[in-house]
């Protein structure tokens, strides 16, 4: 499910946006974590999802 949800979000950013008659393009990253495989706290939860969109960054465009 958590995929299916990142390819929502991420799909839903390749289309471009109309910003006072201009066109604005934009990509996205998405991390997430899973309770309790990627930590059992809050604190490590937003730690691993952290982890996770920077490593989406690295592969770029839209990535999750």
Do not use: Q, W
Not at 42 to 52: C, E, F, M, S, V
């Amino acid at each position: 499910n958590v995929s299916s949800i990142a390819r929502i979000i991420t799909n839903a950013m390749n289309y471009p946006f109309i910003i006072n008659d201009e066109k604005v393009e934009i990509s996205c990253s998405v991390g997430a974590s899973i309770y309790p495989h990627n930590g059992t706290t809050t604190y490590d939860l937003i730690a691993a999802a952290d982890k996770a969109m920077y490593n989406a960054k690295h592969k770029k465009d839209n990535s999750f």
